[in-house]
């Protein structure tokens, strides 16, 4: 069975740090996809990145990187230096390539807090 | 950018009755799915939808839930005889190939049973 566990709850950072997420997976499939999605406080989902199983090259995309390592089963993301606007919601979520339509199994999320 | 379009954004009914939520999914995408988030919990799956048929559901999907797709455009969630346990939002989203495309969410619906 598919599970992503975020085990951070809540976290508060001032203005200019920068931030951990923390995301950890449990998958039977040697073939699947891990995305990131954001939620702000307006309330919709707003997709952050999509990596497959295959791909174990970090990114970087402007002050967001992930770190993808299929060793821990885990999937982290990083915010630099911090900002006011970054206070969200953040969603790690799965995706095996069973079918043709597996559908997303997210995490609890982690609340963002960024204090000016 | 092509994006999911959720009508009504904000739906309050009251128990026992029947409730349609509105999603127009962006529009060369083939996969369709409904999700849920009940208030300060976690986004869940409830149904995908392809070539005019329910491709996967979960255990949330009973019978009072059906999806349709009436037209060329719109994807539809209805919700059969509310219950106040189905206040959440909605979200509809839809990809264009689901093992490797990410799944658009469209803004959502809340959903609020009295």
């Known amino acids: 069975a598919q599970k992503v566990t975020q085990a951070q709850t809540e976290i508060s950072v001032v203005e200019k740090e920068d931030v951990t997420l923390d995301c950890v997976y449990e998958?039977?499939?040697?073939?699947?996809?891990l995305f990131w999605y954001k939620q702000p406080p307006s309330g919709e989902l707003v997709f952050l990145i999509r990596r497959n199983s295959f791909d174990e090259q970090n990114e970087i995309s402007g002050r967001y990187s992930w770190n993808f390592q299929k060793s821990t089963s885990s999937f982290n993301f990083t915010i630099t230096a911090s900002q006011v606007v970054d206070s969200a919601v953040y969603f790690c979520a799965l995706s095996e390539a069973r079918t043709l339509s597996t559908p997303l199994v997210f995490g609890k999320g982690t609340r963002l807090s960024v204090i000016a | 950018e092509p994006e999911v379009t959720q009508t009504p954004s904000h739906q309050v009914t009251q128990m026992g009755q029947e409730v349609i939520l509105r999603c127009v999914p962006i529009s060369n995408h083939l996969y369709f799915y409904w999700y849920r988030q009940i208030l300060g919990q976690k986004v869940e799956f409830l149904v995908s939808?392809?070539?005019?048929?329910?491709?996967?559901k979960s255990e949330i999907f009973d019978d009072q839930f059906s999806v349709e797709r009436p037209d060329g455009s719109n994807f539809t969630l209805k919700i059969r005889s509310t219950k106040l346990e189905d206040s959440a939002m909605y979200f509809c989203a839809s990809s264009d190939r689901t093992v490797n495309q990410p799944q658009h969410f469209g803004d959502g619906t809340r959903l609020s049973i009295l």
């Open positions: 939808f392809y070539n005019n048929e329910i491709s996967e």
């Open positions: 998958t039977r499939d040697t073939t699947y996809y």
